[in-house]
């Protein structure tokens, strides 16, 4: 799937070094040093004097780097191509048991901090937002209800963005059955590493202390997500509903917001059918896309370009430190798998094209785990989780999540590779014939677009409609055209 072009490296590399081509002594000593041919085409290009020459140079260069920037494109497409059902129905799938979940009766079953109660938190995160703001935000709430740090700074917000339901989907069909395995072991392992460090070694005075910094924060929130909704930010909504200014910090939540979002939740009977239900449930769904789409897309554009330019020397010495299967090895692969995950950015589903690229470069199995797990020790939720409960828990949170990042990724690398599970790099991904991709991405389209337009508000619906009517007729219009003339032709040829 991936490229092995690697162009830019090469060319930044150069540039560095054509700065001190005019050094007698480092002139000499060039010759010895291990270059790849298109870095040794840059020197050259470097030391050129014939302007023709240079132009030439210089625009086949050019052309080679835009031909790689093409091909990670086309990698991002690919692993887009492949995962766009799993997103769609993940989504939708989420949407609906938002709905039908009541927030009040979560807090009702993570009051404690027992393993029960643990098993609560990880139940509920897995069936709730993949998003990582918005489990953030989510957690923040549960907490200040009462819920026990170990059910949900711990238990509850790390398996509602790494044991969801579209997450696994995408780990499915971009690495392979073996890591989802993976993940969902090492995420059980994950949670009982959050539940002994909440549970052991985080004194309940500091617990009390964040908890009452939670509750005094005042400021605007968005009315849907509970995430900062500042009024200044050009996305924010500012709503009256019911007589009440809410805030929402973005088109998706205002479009999920739901005033009578506290009553109670149903499992059975006939409001299970109910259409306003399942309009607030697509409601949901279409929230989730619009904060998501952009880290989505951030993540497969970076791994495709990553592929495609990033030589693998760069990956080996990364990740090579020790000798290859010894203890050594694995134990720093796994550390750095975790640190890449904090500096990427990328958080949930959209750093799993990223984990192919790591994949795929020779880093090892439980690094890769690793990587998918810190994607809640990205910097903008550290910052966020200091402002919801001060410096103090927000650095016992960053541990914590370390800590199980990289146990749980050692855990999966030593079982696995003792089991004789660890697939070969060439083997993953690929778990759903091409064939019935393509019949699932057809479908899963229309399914987004009627999710989009139930979601509108029934006045942008009528609008909607009404612009596009007349195109609607038209196609319909002209087919009926094309059809009478093919009947007038197959007439005239005696056919009827």
């Known amino acids: 799937m991936l490229s092995s072009i690697h162009l830019l490296s090469d060319v930044l590399l150069a540039l560095s070094l054509g700065q001190l ?6 002139h000499l000593r060039l010759p010895t040093l291990a270059l790849t041919p298109a870095l040794a085409a840059v020197l050259e290009f470097a030391n050129t004097t014939d302007p023709l020459e240079l132009a030439a140079r210089l625009v086949g260069l050019l052309g080679a780097l835009l031909l790689g920037i093409v091909r990670g494109l086309l990698v991002a497409l690919e692993m887009a191509w492949e995962s766009w059902w799993a997103l769609v129905f993940g989504f939708t799938v989420t949407g609906a048991i938002q709905e039908f979940v009541s927030e009040d009766q979560l807090t009702d079953y993570l009051g404690d901090d027992g393993w029960r109660e643990v098993a609560y938190g990880t139940v509920f995160g897995a069936s709730s937002s993949s998003c990582s703001f918005s489990a953030v935000a989510t957690t923040r709430s549960l907490f200040t209800k009462g819920a026990s740090p170990a059910a949900s700074l711990g238990a509850f917000q790390f398996a509602s963005t790494d044991l969801v339901l579209e997450l696994g989907l995408v780990v499915l069909l971009l690495l392979g059955w073996q890591f989802v395995a993976a993940e969902l072991l090492g995420g059980l ?25 939670a509750r005094a924060l005042e400021e605007t929130e968005c009315a849907t997500c509970g995430m900062r909704a500042d009024p200044t930010d050009d996305e924010t909504i500012l ?13 998706g939540c205002r479009g999920a917001y739901d005033p009578e979002d506290d009553r109670e939740a149903v499992t059975a009977g006939p ?32 791994a495709g370009l990553l592929a495609a330019l990033v030589p693998e020397a760069w990956w080996a010495a990364i990740f090579g430190v020790g000798a290859e299967g010894s203890v050594t090895r694995h134990v720093s692969n796994v550390v750095l798998g975790a640190v890449v995950g904090v500096l990427t950015f990328l958080c949930s589903v959209g750093n799993v094209p990223f984990a192919v690229v790591l994949w795929q470069n020779g880093v090892s199995f439980g690094a890769v785990l690793a990587f998918i797990f810190a994607d809640l020790l990205i910097l903008p939720l550290v910052l966020t989780y200091r402002r919801y409960y001060g410096t103090r828990m927000a650095a016992v949170i960053f541990v914590a999540f370390f800590l199980a990042a990289v146990v749980a990724g050692l855990v999966v690398q030593f079982l696995f590779g003792g089991l004789g599970l660890v697939p070969p790099v060439d083997a993953a991904g690929g778990t ?10 057809v479908v899963a389209v229309p399914l987004l677009l009627v999710q989009v337009y139930v979601a509108l508000e029934p006045d942008r619906r009528r609008e909607l409609g ?28 005696g056919l009827k």
Request: charged content about 25%.
């Open 271 to 302: 409001e299970l059918l109910a259409a306003d239900r399942w309009r607030s449930a697509t409601a949901n769904s279409i929230r989730e896309w619009d904060m998501l789409w952009r880290d989505i897309v951030f993540g497969f554009l970076l």
């Open 239 to 251: 709503e009256t509903v019911d007589g009440v200014h809410r805030y929402f910090c973005c088109g």
């Open 21 to 26: 081509l005019t050094i007698p002594e480092l």
């Open 466 to 493: 009404n612009r596009l009517a007349p195109h609607v007729a038209g196609v319909l219009y002209r087919t009926h055209k094309l059809l009478e003339r093919v009947a007038y032709a197959l007439e005239d040829r």
């Open 432 to 441: 759903v014939p091409g064939t019935y991709t393509a019949l699932l991405n």
């Open 189 to 213: 392992v994950a949670v009982a590493v959050l539940a002994v460090v909440y549970r052991r070694f985080v004194p309940q005075r500091w617990v009390d202390a964040a908890r009452e910094h």
